[in-house]
Structure formats: C-alpha cells, structure tokens
C-alpha cells in the first residue's frame, strides 16, 4: 500500500455484505483503510457494519461503524452530524447500497418498484444531500455512487427497477458533478459489469433467470459472458474507488469508470 488516502476522513455506506463473503463495500472499507483513511463504515445492518469495522482494526487500521437507513432523511442526517462531530470532515463518500429485484415492468410489483428506487436512488440523493453542504465548507471532497454497468445497457436480465435506478444514478452523478465542480467536490460513478460477489451469488432470482435456479451454471454463463473469461471481483470496484478518493483522481469529475471486463464493448463470450 502507498498510504494514497493518508489523513482522509471516508464514509462508506453499504460497507457491510448482504451475504458471507466480500462485497463491493466491504473491500472498499478495508481498500480505503489499508490506505491510510479512518473508515466509518456505514450499514443499516450493524452487525455487517461492525464486522467490516473489526477486519480493519484487526489489520491496524482505523475505522469505526454506524447503523442507519438510507431512506431515511433524518437518520442520515443524524450519522453524517456524528461524522462531522468526531473527526471535523468529511473527505470521501462511497455509495454503495443497492438492491436488485427480478422483473420486467408487467411483472414487478408496484411496491417493489418503490423499493427498490427508494433504496438505489434516494439513498445516495439523500447522502449527498447531507454531505456535500459539508464538502463545500471544507473546500472540496469525492464523492463515488456505486451504479452499475446494468445503467447503461441490457444486461440478459429482466429487472427494471436496477436499469432505472442505475440509470438515474448515473445521470445525477453527472449533473451534480457539473453543479459543484467549482466548489472542489467532485462525483463519479463506478460501474461495475458482471461481478462474482455475495449479491450475486446468492441471489436464488438470479439464478433463476439465468438458469432455472441451477447456481453453478448461471456462474458459469455469466463468466462466458465477459471477454476476459471471468467475471470480477469486489478488489476490482474496491481498486477504482481508491482512484477516485485519491488525490490522484484531483481533476476527474462527472465519470462513469466501467469495471466491466469489456462486457460493454458488447461481446457475449470468448471467440
């Protein structure tokens, strides 16, 4: 590690994992840490949240956790004042929560639509919200929204509230990008393609889809679906976050940085 986020203060919202294993949030806790930034990491499941905490501490990183709801205004309100309160700033937030429910728009429910949108979208709405009238006083910060490649492209899968939430996440990345650029608060998008996390390999919808419920074989359709041959990791989302949080990344703004492995060049398999 090259200590690129030394002193930074980060939270990462969805740092917990929806199943055993490593999420996107959970390596990028841990990524964002080994590089030097005191983590809060950040879950509506404490438990999740809190053992994320203890993998950084017990690497000798620092970091704490939170639990709260991210469709709940005033919860969030409530945690970012707690942030603000311990360590005087803010320096990176990282989106991470996101759900995804199987359905076409004659299929889904009404309510899982809301749901669904509630969670993908007015969460990282609401922790912008919240945050970046502290960026701004501080004179600048990042700000990264976990999409997904599936925001700008059919993916094989029915699942509407994913396309649109992912696609107006992108585009208010954009925008809110181009508003406060002059301010020094920069927001990006990281998509990911095809990733072999526990969102996804536990995901009996998933399999259904892809494979009559059959879990080894919709992993296996899925890696022939990318052209490098597999499907990625959570380290992969976890390394472009640290891009984007460094100072590296100090004149990018308004990006959507595909983690993909070329699926977007729309190949389907290995020739």
Not at 39 to 56: F, H, P, R, S, Y
Not at 61 to 87: K, M, W
Not at 89 to 106: E, F, Q, S
Not at 153 to 177: D, E, F, M, Q
Request: net charge negative.
């Amino acid at each position: 590690m090259t200590k690129r986020l030394q002193g930074k203060i980060a939270l990462v919202v969805g740092a917990g994992s929806s199943a055993p294993g490593m999420g996107n949030g959970k390596a990028t806790a841990i990524a964002f840490a080994r590089e030097g930034a005191t983590v809060v990491c950040a879950d509506v499941n404490e438990a999740a949240a809190k053992e994320t905490e203890g993998l950084i501490l017990a690497e000798g990183g620092q970091a704490r956790h939170l639990a709260f709801d991210v469709t709940d205004s005033a919860a969030v309100g409530r945690a970012v004042a707690s942030v603000i309160d311990e360590f005087g700033r803010i320096d990176v937030l990282d989106n991470n929560v996101g759900i995804a429910k199987v359905g076409g728009v004659v299929e889904l429910d009404e309510a899982e639509w809301d749901r669904v949108h509630a969670i993908n979208l007015k969460g990282p709405f609401l922790t912008m919200k919240h945050v970046i009238p502290h960026m701004v006083a501080q004179g600048g910060g990042s700000i990264i929204n976990i999409s997904s490649l599936a925001g700008i492209r059919w993916t094989g899968v029915p699942y509407a509230t994913y396309y649109s939430s992912k696609a107006a996440l992108n585009h208010l990345s954009r925008t809110t990008a181009a508003e406060y650029a002059a301010k020094h608060v920069r927001v990006n998008a990281i998509l990911p393609g095809l990733m072999e996390t526990p969102m996804v390999t536990e995901s009996a919808e998933l399999a259904g889809a892809y494979a009559d419920g059959q879990r080894e074989e919709m992993l296996k359709k899925r890696h022939a679906q990318v052209p490098m041959g597999h499907m990625g990791t959570a380290w992969d989302v976890a390394n472009a976050a640290v891009f984007l949080a460094s100072d590296e990344s100090a004149y990018v703004t308004g990006i959507e940085l595909r983690v993909d492995g070329g699926i977007s060049l729309g190949f389907q398999g290995n020739s």
